[in-house]
């Protein structure tokens, strides 16, 4: 954590719907997650959790401006309710659950995940942070019935939403569960994060063509994924009050963390496009996620973030 110091570039493109209308002025920057994670055959079990665990520790590590920013947004919104109760669907090793329990000071913030073990890394972590008295966590899948949360002050989804099997229902239940006058707020991933120069080392275009597959596989194994989410929480019956684009540039000097996170972003990449990609970037991809060669991200100096991401606020009338 505590990566505040660096430099991030921002342009915002973000606009605010106060009661459905107008485009304010946004702003800020950052932030994609590990979702890329998700889509396809990158490690099951023990491996795979430990590597999701590590992907989804290091997107909060490296993306922490984000985090904060959207943290600090959320609160303004809260401000003039009680704002005791906060509900983190999805909340994998707990980025959302942590960065609102130390917002939200006083807050009771309840974590829920399907994953046992992303759970148990979200104990080990806010036992560390100092926040385990603030923060509990639910084993549940939200596809199935639903535990008895509410009634909440906030419920936060990001980069859960599109996982939902039937994300009407699940609305329907967050609609349930948050107060009259309560948030939800939702974030989703507009494009995944990217570390190379369009022309890097001989392979132009690779990490490009990476993505460009992995969206292919996504649109198959994850259809919910970039749906219109605005429509589907007004149709759930929230209001939405904003809609927020996040442009994440990140320039150097670059969290230190950041190397970590694009080695373990490409190695989640990789483990689906065996035979999807050339020989050639097959070949080039193995260069930059292995650990000790010079060519590698862990060694680079001349890495980026880039990455973008929406998030929305909805309020129960
Ligand atoms: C991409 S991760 C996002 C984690 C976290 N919200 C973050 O931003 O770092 C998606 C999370 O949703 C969880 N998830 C997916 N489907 C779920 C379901 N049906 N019920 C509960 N959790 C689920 C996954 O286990 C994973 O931890």
């Known amino acids: 954590m505590g990566n505040a110091d660096h430099h991030h570039q921002s342009a915002t493109r973000s606009h605010e719907a106060a009661e459905g209308t107008g485009a304010g002025p946004g702003h800020t920057k950052t932030g994609a997650g590990p979702?890329?994670?998700?889509?396809?055959?990158?490690?099951?079990?023990?491996?795979?959790?430990?590597?999701?665990?590590?992907?989804?520790?290091?997107?909060?590590?490296?993306l922490f401006s984000y985090l904060s920013e959207v943290t600090a947004w959320v609160h303004d919104l809260a401000a003039g309710g009680p704002h005791q109760r906060i509900l983190d669907l999805g909340s994998g090793t707990g980025a959302g659950a942590v960065a609102l329990a130390q917002r939200f000071e006083g807050a009771e913030v309840?974590?829920?995940?399907?994953?046992a073990y992303l759970l148990a890394r979200l104990r080990e972590k806010i036992r560390d942070l100092g926040v385990a008295d603030r923060v509990r966590t639910v084993e549940a899948d939200l596809d199935a019935a639903w535990p008895v949360f509410g009634p909440v002050d906030l419920?936060?989804?990001?980069?859960?939403?599109h996982h939902m099997a039937d994300p009407d229902?699940?609305?329907?239940?967050?609609?349930?569960?948050?107060?009259?006058?309560?948030?939800?707020?939702?974030?989703?991933?507009?494009?995944f994060p990217r570390f190379l120069a369009d022309a890097d080392h001989g392979s132009s275009g690779l990490e490009a063509r990476c993505h460009d597959v992995m969206a292919g596989i996504r649109a198959e194994e994850v259809p919910?994924?970039?749906?219109?989410?605005?429509?589907l929480l007004s149709k759930a019956g929230f209001t939405i009050e904003a809609e927020r684009t996040f442009d994440i540039v990140l320039t150097p000097p670059l969290p230190t963390a950041t190397g970590r996170y694009a080695q373990a972003s490409l190695r989640r990449i990789r483990s689906g496009l065996?035979?999807?990609?050339?020989?050639?970037?097959?070949?080039?991809?193995?260069?930059?996620?292995?650990?000790?060669?010079?060519?590698?991200?862990?060694?680079r100096d001349d890495l980026t973030v880039r990455a973008e991401k929406t998030v929305w606020a909805a309020r129960r009338p």
């Open 169 to 191: 229902r699940a609305l329907g239940e967050i609609f349930a569960t948050v107060r009259p006058g309560g948030l939800l707020v939702a974030a989703e991933i507009d494009s």
């Open 35 to 62: 979702d890329h994670a998700h889509a396809h055959a990158h490690g099951t079990g023990e491996a795979g959790e430990t590597a999701m665990a590590e992907l989804l520790d290091l997107d909060a590590e490296v």
């Open 274 to 299: 065996d035979d999807r990609l050339s020989t050639a970037d097959l070949a080039a991809l193995d260069t930059l996620i292995s650990g000790d060669g010079p060519d590698g991200v862990l060694r």
């Open 110 to 115: 309840i974590a829920v995940d399907k994953s």
């Open 155 to 161: 419920a936060w989804a990001s980069s859960s939403l």
């Open 224 to 231: 919910h994924m970039g749906s219109d989410w605005g429509a």
